[in-house]
Nanobody
């Protein structure tokens, strides 16, 4: 499985960005997907999760209402729409994937160790 994240960039506070994660190597609906972000000096932080079918989603509490995760399995792509961005959203954003059904349960979706496949990150910088 290969994951390719894109869509990062420089945006002003209050602005929006849409990140994309292109997947390959497995059927898209078999890949449960997570977005994480990392800032130097901090631990990798869970952002959002979507199940392979798209029926199940979860978000970090601080991002609910601002971020939306979605997927288009016909295009083998998962999206993260980010609105009302602020300086605290500045980070390197990663998409991650796993095929095991267990990632959907017991809050495992928020744990980086639950994901076997990782893509390279895409940088998001929010200027104030």
């Amino acid at each position: 499985v290969q994951l390719q994240a894109s869509g990062g960039g420089l945006v002003q506070a209050g602005g929006s960005l849409r990140l994309s994660c292109a997947t390959s190597g497995r059927s898209a609906n078999s890949l449960h997907m997570g977005w994480f972000r990392h800032t130097p000096g901090k631990e990798r932080e869970f952002v959002a999760f979507i199940s392979g079918t798209g029926r199940l989603t979860h978000y970090q509490d601080s991002m609910k209402g601002r971020f939306t995760i979605s997927r288009d399995n016909a295009k083998n792509t998962v999206y993260l729409q980010m609105n009302s961005l602020n300086s605290e959203d500045t980070a390197l954003y990663y998409c991650a994937s796993d095929t095991r059904a267990t990632v959907q349960y017991n809050n495992r979706w928020s744990n980086p160790s639950a994901y076997f496949y990782w893509g390279h990150g895409t940088q998001v910088t929010v200027s104030s």
